[in-house]
């Protein structure tokens, strides 16, 4: 279908900002080249197709969030980084609880964008989700980030629906010595990070470890409304994290990459709409991963990865009955049977674990033909009383085939075909395909185009979902939240992109726009119903929320992000995106009747981003970020809002040593709140100090 006159409307004024900008270039006197403008220009990534790629010949849209961006932003947790991507939204679901989404339809829970740190999910069946407070790394381990802005189900497979983002984090040879920081600021933060690189025998490793906590958002009231009482958002927490990351090189045709971590600690969550039911949830994670990639020849590589992740969180919240359900001891007595006892309420519990292997082997066939192909085997648990029903554990094994193909007829254009075929027993076998085609009409334009259909199968979780309340005693269930009735099908999302990337090296610039066509359909979404015959009758309440394929949706729209550098000392960062969506969303089954909702997705996101160096070792940047109004699925209809940031840094040098103190201002514009109406976000500040021993 046509995209709306809005966005060509958009588009154009864009090109017209081009060319004026090409004019001004061309009229500036030729400069040299040098070399760092070079690599800028062949920045090679590989999270699109897994082939290592020039930004101008891959077949997606890519944001390249680099170690630069990162200490500019001002960044005080790493979902915060991704307000830099165009057509991404980040928000704080709590305090220390955050979603990131691509184009919308967020929830609590957002689930259809595949993270990975090295290679490795961290996408947590659990809860379908990822915890962005317990990755295992801090912001000082990343070196860059490669975010994918559009479904990448063919290279990363089903949780990469509407997007992926890779964190590549330091290789242990990029530092040396001892590096030491800490932050303490706004809702009583402190973080402390310690890292420690070194070298043993054929053996370059990095060690590091971070302490963070908070106390939390602060007061709140029940649903926002002013006549209700204010309430402590026990939202804060505290977690500490160690990583190891070595390579070990022990001849010129076979390296190792091993990484180990593990994180714990305890942070409050639940329904911030509420702040009465905001509970401690304690965490406990590790990670273990292999690569080892062997060089067959300069043209012929083969790497074998395995990894491991755990990851367990214990919610509790004990509670009467009685109090819980606002009745008498004795009504509970007359409906259960059972005296009026403690229950536990709280419902994020239980514990997954995830097995991976995989075979990747790439190769150039010729100067104009490249291929990636591979296989993998993915096999993940859950486990959790309050989630999937008591007693209860289920299991799936997902075997994966992969492949990218590169072929490059002539200067002047790039293909790329690339597919994923997925199989298990709950979806059968399903092929994702993409083709991509690539025209340069300079060594400096791209004109680019790409067609693609992607499955995403169901989690563990929506699949066998049953939370309930139960009686301690026997089992017994009080109240069932919300089930799987029947099976659930595999979500089909239809993508149409076509964009130019334009680069400027005089001006150290690139400017990327894309116009594109998303359209879901077989959706997961929950509903209000009535239980099923043939479920236990719970003690209170006959209704609860059913997992079903009902929802669909279609969004068309722009994404455009420009980076340029047009002074020395000074560069900037834009992000713009525009959104038109609308969709279809179940919420009377009974009635078999659909709502159309067209709020769920911001029309209008900006970021922009001015970074300037005074000399002296000075520097300062500003951030300025604008979203207008959404509607957040379980969250809140939220106006627009505007945000802006500030930072100024300043290095020293001492002896063989060198540090920064650094002082960020978040948000000194007017509050506005994030996901709920209790996430009220206002003027927030925070002192850093880093020093690097040599």
């Known amino acids: 279908m046509p995209l709306s006159h809005k966005c060509w409307q958009i588009a154009g004024l864009t090109a017209l900002i081009l060319l004026s900008d ?56 790493i979902a915060d980084l991704f307000r830099l991507v165009p057509g991404f ?4 679901v709590h305090a220390n609880a955050f979603g990131v989404v691509s184009h919308g339809q967020g929830d609590a829970h957002p689930g259809r964008l595949e993270v990975m740190i090295d290679g490795r999910s961290v996408y947590l069946p659990l809860l379908s989700t990822v915890d962005w407070s317990a990755l295992g790394i801090a912001l000082e381990d990343i070196n860059h980030i490669e975010v994918i802005r559009g479904s990448n189900v063919p290279t990363q497979g089903s949780n990469a629906f509407l997007g992926a983002i890779n964190i590549i984090t ?98 409050g969550v639940g329904n911030a709409a509420d702040p009465a039911e905001l509970y401690p949830r304690d965490v406990d994670t590790s990670h273990q991963q292999l690569i080892w990639t062997r060089q067959l020849s300069q043209s012929n590589e083969l790497k074998l990865q395995v990894y491991h992740n755990y990851h367990r969180w214990k919610h509790t919240n004990q509670v009467l009955e009685s109090e819980f359900f606002g ?23 239980g514990t997954t674990e995830r097995f991976d292997a995989e075979l990747e082997h790439s190769i150039m066939i010729d100067g104009d033909n490249r291929l990636v192909w591979g296989a993998g085997a993915r096999w993940e648990s859950l486990e959790s009383d309050k989630l999937i029903g008591a007693g209860r554990e289920v299991d799936e094994l997902m075997l994966r085939l992969f492949g990218n193909y590169e072929w490059k007829p002539t200067t002047a254009w790039t293909f790329n075909a690339g597919a994923m075929l997925e199989r298990n027993d709950l979806i059968g ?72 990337i334009h680069t400027y090296p005089q001006w150290h610039s ?9 359209e879901v359909d077989n959706a997961i979404g929950d509903v209000r119903v009535e239980i099923e015959p043939g479920i236990e ?34 560069w900037l960062h834009l992000a713009y995106a525009y959104a038109d969506a609308e969709g279809n969303y179940l919420r009377r089954p009974l009635r078999n009747e659909l709502f159309f909702r067209n709020d769920r997705v911001p029309e209008h996101s900006l970021s922009a981003l001015v970074n ?35 930072r100024i840094a300043k290095k020293f040098h001492y002896g063989k040593s060198e540090g920064v103190v650094e002082l960020v201002v978040q948000n000194l514009l007017s509050e506005y709140t994030e996901f709920e109406v209790n996430n009220r976000f206002d003027t927030r500040t925070f002192v850093r100090f880093k020093l690097n021993f040599f």
Do not use: C
Request: no cysteine.
């Open 612 to 646: 300037h160096d005074f000399g002296n070792d000075v520097e300062g940047s500003l951030a300025f970020y604008r979203q207008t109004s959404v509607d957040w699925f379980k969250g809140s209809f939220l106006p627009a809002y505007s945000r802006l940031d500030a």
């Open 22 to 77: 090409i004019s001004i270039v061309v009229a500036q006197e030729d400069q040299l080249l040098t070399e760092s403008d070079l690599i800028e220009d062949l920045q090679i990534v590989q999270s699109a197709t897994r082939l290592e790629q020039q930004i101008k010949d891959i077949p997606a849209s890519i944001t390249i969030i680099d170690r630069k961006l990162i200490e500019a932003s001002g960044a005080v947790n």
């Open 537 to 570: 009758n719970p003690a209170f309440g006959n209704a609860a929320f059913a997992n079903t394929n009902e929802d669909s949706w279609r969004t068309q729209g722009l994404d455009l992000q420009w980076r340029v550098q047009p002074w020395d000392h000074t």
């Open 327 to 349: 009745v008498s001891p004795d009504t509970v007595q007359a409906l259960t049977g059972q005296p009026d006892q403690l229950v536990d309420t709280a419902l994020e519990d």
């Open 429 to 500: 076998t399903k092929l994702s395909p993409r083709l991509g085609a690539n025209w340069h009409l300079s060594p400096d334009f791209t004109l680019r185009g790409s067609i693609s259909q992607s499955f995403r199968t169901p989690s563990l979780l929506e699949e066998n979902q049953f939370a309930n309340l139960s009686i301690p005693s026997n089992g017994s269930i009080l109240d069932l939240t919300s089930y799987t009735p029947k099976e659930l099908s595999p979500e089909r999302v239809r993508t149409y992109e076509v964009g130019f």
């Open 170 to 267: 330091r290789e242990p040879l990029q530092d040396q010595g001892v590096t030491f920081s800490t932050t303490y600021g706004s809702l009583n933060t402190r973080e402390h990070y310690l890292r420690h690189n070194g070298k043993i025998g054929e053996l370059d490793y990095r060690l590091s470890a971070n302490y963070h906590r908070n106390h939390g958002t602060g007061l709140g009231r029940e649903d926002g409304e002013s006549e209700n009482p204010e309430q402590l958002m026990e939202d804060g927490g505290e977690i500490s994290q160690l990583n190891f990351r070595g390579t070990y090189t022990p001849n010129l045709t076979d390296s190792f990459d091993i990484q180990l971590g593990i994180s714990s600690g305890q942070f």
């Open 510 to 518: 690139s400017l990327d726009l894309k116009l594109y066509l998303e």
């Open 89 to 92: 939204q980040s928000y704080q």
